[in-house]
T-cell receptor, first 113, second 107 residues
Framework: DTEVTQTPKHLVMGMTNKKSLKCEQH?????MYWYKQKAKKPPELMFV???????INESVPSRFSPECPNSSLLNLHLHALQPEDSALYLC????????????FGPGTRLTVT | AQRVTQPEKLLSVFKGAPVELKCNYS??????LFWYVQYSRQRLQLLLR??SRESIKGFTADLNKGETSFHLKKPFAQEEDSAMYYC?????????FGKGITLSVRP
């Protein structure tokens, strides 16, 4: 399996809801990433996990809470989001946190109402 | 800040025409540079990385340290090359993308 999968594909949530995004890879990669991508803009890094430990947090608001339960799974827990958080959320993985190729998932399209 | 710059937002060419997508970087050391591509309704994927010096789908990119550039080139564009192209660099354990350029290849 050489793909990164993400669920759900689409998510609509209210500002008081709690939801989670899920990302999975079975390539044995030890680094996993969350990016946020607004329309017509490049992906912006949010979090990096290396060997299941959070190594980089790009000053992301606490309403976004990442979790790496094991080496294959990465979650992003969402709570009390704002409409401006509506975006495509991309997960990626790579062999390590050096300049390896990053493999991207298809993304979750999040709409906050 | 160490970044990559893609000065153009859109390039539109006819099929068979040469293509050059520009990327400039600001980094005093040895940069780690990449080109990623996003076709319509497909996921972002790696196209080229400068250390591999290979040609993928007819595209090449040469690192020019004198001009601090890493332009993506293809001698004869195909319609299936239409996509969004991002130049990216690896600095401080992070992949940072340029703003991207849309390539449109007309029949």
């Amino acid at each position: 399996d050489t793909e990164v999968t993400q669920t759900p594909k689409h998510l609509v949530m209210g500002m008081t809801n709690k939801k989670s995004l899920k990302c999975e890879q079975h390539m044995g990669h030890r680094a996993m990433y969350w990016y946020k991508q607004k329309a017509k803009k490049p992906p912006e890094l949010m979090f990096v996990y290396s060997y299941e430990k959070l190594s980089i947090n790009e000053s992301v608001p606490s309403r976004f809470s990442p979790e790496c339960p094991n080496s294959s799974l990465l979650n992003l827990h969402l709570h009390a989001l704002q409409p401006e958080d509506s975006a495509l959320y991309l997960c990626a993985s790579s062999e390590g946190t050096s300049f390896y190729e990053q493999y991207f998932g298809p993304g979750t399209r999040l709409t906050v109402t | 800040a160490q970044r990559v710059t893609q000065p153009e937002k859109l390039l539109s060419v006819f099929k068979g025409a040469p293509v050059e997508l520009k990327c400039n970087y600001s980094y005093s050391g040895s940069p780690e540079l990449f080109w990623y591509v996003q076709y319509s309704r497909q996921r972002l994927q790696l196209l080229l990385r400068h250390i591999s010096r290979e040609s993928i789908k007819g595209f090449t990119a040469d690192l020019n340290k004198g001009e601090t550039s890493f332009h993506l080139k293809k001698p004869f564009a195909q319609e299936e090359d239409s996509a969004m192209y991002y130049c990216a660099n690896w600095v401080n354990s992070k992949l940072t993308f340029g703003k991207g350029i849309t390539l449109s290849v007309r029949p």
